[in-house]
């Protein structure tokens, strides 16, 4: 009886370990001038940062910028690998060619995965190419807990990071190239010839105070990522939150993070080089889809919108747009066209959709 006891806490115990993983929602805030730890939550939790993936990729470019590699009116043309990646994408056909100033802001702003690996090939020759070098810089930085396996963020159990770790990227991206901040405060991008102006996913962005970057994800795996940051009288606060159910729940956290970060000055606070790790799920990522891309999970997200297809966002420092958002241009460059100012509301932030599984480059296969 006793032996039976033992086997059913047992099973208790690794059940509620379990439950917890799948609804841990992991997160960190950082005073980017100092560095300093402001709080943090199972900030060492291995995570799939699906889009924020796009970070590191952006700041591999930015190396590659600084070193004169390459510049900002480089082609970076759409191959063919590039353009069998899933959506989000812009849908270039093989051969199409964009600056990479403009594959830049389409990549930070709509999140377009086949224009994240036509730069990652434009700069490291090959998408593996690039992929060493992400995973370079990844070491370089003490980014211990992260490793990637794409320049896009698309599922593969291979591309995961932490909270912490991801902090410790956008901060430096903040630190070392401030020349190149606008990409990630851009509010929308204007394709021209009448296609929609497309908002950026980062609800932040106009409609919390100082908010100035910086990028979202979400795949089925990872639930609903942010790192999210505001400056205001000259000090930037940074949040990464990863794991939550809805992209309006991510910024309400976002925001209150980022709002308790400014009325703390961080006096006693670790650093991002000192905090030390801690908890549990080190190594090995949770997975949030059984959780969140079921039939009743995806419906219950569109529960968050009123009548009128607004998402409802529950926090009193987030507030409506009070300007149209401001898009920047983008196009190829022989059919590249000014900008033509678009009207959307919060009603037109795109709601992510379930994307599918990105197979390892060794069993890799055509993605339509």
């Given at each position: 009886m006793s032996r039976?006891l033992?086997?059913?806490?047992?099973a208790?115990?690794?059940?509620g370990?379990?439950l917890?993983?799948a609804?841990a929602?992991?997160s960190i805030?950082?005073d980017?001038?100092t560095?300093k730890?402001?709080s943090?939550e199972d900030a060492?939790m291995?995570w799939?940062?699906a889009?924020l993936?796009?970070?590191?990729?952006?700041?591999?470019t930015?190396?590659?910028?600084?070193?004169?590699?390459?510049?900002?009116?480089s082609?970076v043309?759409?191959?063919?690998n590039?353009s069998?990646?899933?959506?989000?994408k812009m849908g270039?056909?093989?051969g199409s060619?964009m600056?990479?100033?403009?594959?830049l802001?389409?990549?930070?702003?709509?999140s377009a995965?086949d224009?994240?690996?036509?730069?990652?090939?434009?700069?490291?020759?090959?998408e593996?190419?690039f992929?060493q070098?992400?995973?370079?810089?990844?070491?370089?930085?003490?980014?211990?807990?992260s490793h990637?396996?794409?320049?896009?963020?698309?599922?593969?159990?291979d591309?995961?990071?932490t909270?912490?770790d991801?902090?410790?990227?956008?901060?430096?991206?903040?630190r070392e190239f401030?020349?190149?901040?606008?990409?990630?405060?851009?509010?929308a991008i204007?394709?021209?010839?009448?296609?929609?102006v497309q908002?950026?996913y980062n609800?932040?962005l106009?409609?919390f105070?100082?908010?100035d970057?910086?990028?979202?994800g979400?795949v089925c795996?990872?639930?609903?990522n942010?790192?999210g940051?505001a400056?205001?009288n000259?000090?930037t606060i940074?949040?990464?939150?990863l794991?939550?159910?809805r992209q309006?729940t991510?910024a309400?956290?976002a925001?209150q993070l980022i709002?308790?970060?400014?009325?703390?000055?961080?006096?006693?606070?670790?650093?991002?080089?000192t905090?030390?790790p801690?908890?549990?799920?080190?190594?090995k990522?949770?997975?949030?889809r059984?959780?969140?891309c079921?039939?009743q999970a995806?419906?219950?997200?569109?529960d968050?919108r009123d009548?009128?297809?607004?998402?409802k966002i529950d926090s009193?420092?987030?507030?409506?747009?009070?300007?149209?958002?401001r898009?920047?241009p983008?196009g190829l460059?022989?059919?590249?066209?000014?900008?033509?100012p678009g009207s959307?509301?919060?009603s037109?932030?795109p709601?992510?959709?379930p994307r599918?599984?990105?197979?390892?480059?060794?069993t890799?296969?055509?993605?339509n």
């Amino acid at each position: 009886m006793s032996r039976l006891l033992t086997i059913w806490m047992m099973a208790v115990m690794f059940a509620g370990a379990g439950l917890a993983s799948a609804t841990a929602t992991p997160s960190i805030t950082v005073d980017v001038g100092t560095g300093k730890v402001l709080s943090h939550e199972d900030a060492f939790m291995r995570w799939y940062p699906a889009s924020l993936t796009k970070l590191m990729t952006a700041y591999v470019t930015f190396r590659a910028l600084a070193s004169g590699q390459v510049t900002l009116d480089s082609p970076v043309r759409m191959t063919l690998n590039a353009s069998k990646e899933p959506p989000s994408k812009m849908g270039y056909k093989p051969g199409s060619v964009m600056t990479l100033d403009t594959a830049l802001n389409i990549m930070l702003v709509k999140s377009a995965n086949d224009v994240a690996v036509a730069v990652g090939e434009a700069i490291g020759g090959t998408e593996a190419g690039f992929v060493q070098r992400m995973n370079a810089e990844a070491q370089r930085l003490g980014m211990f807990g992260s490793h990637f396996a794409n320049p896009n963020g698309l599922h593969d159990p291979d591309n995961y990071s932490t909270a912490r770790d991801l902090a410790v990227l956008a901060t430096q991206i903040r630190r070392e190239f401030p020349q190149y901040a606008h990409y990630f405060a851009t509010e929308a991008i204007d394709p021209g010839k009448g296609k929609k102006v497309q908002a950026n996913y980062n609800i932040l962005l106009g409609r919390f105070d100082g908010a100035d970057g910086m990028k979202t994800g979400f795949v089925c795996a990872s639930g609903f990522n942010l790192a999210g940051s505001a400056t205001r009288n000259g000090r930037t606060i940074l949040a990464v939150v990863l794991g939550e159910s809805r992209q309006e729940t991510r910024a309400a956290k976002a925001a209150q993070l980022i709002t308790d970060g400014f009325r703390t000055n961080g006096a006693g606070a670790p650093t991002l080089a000192t905090l030390r790790p801690y908890g549990t799920n080190l190594a090995k990522a949770t997975d949030m889809r059984a959780a969140l891309c079921n039939k009743q999970a995806m419906a219950d997200r569109w529960d968050g919108r009123d009548v009128e297809g607004k998402l409802k966002i529950d926090s009193p420092y987030i507030h409506p747009m009070r300007h149209e958002p401001r898009a920047v241009p983008v196009g190829l460059i022989a059919t590249a066209t000014a900008a033509k100012p678009g009207s959307i509301d919060i009603s037109q932030v795109p709601v992510p959709l379930p994307r599918p599984n990105r197979v390892p480059a060794s069993t890799q296969t055509a993605v339509n």
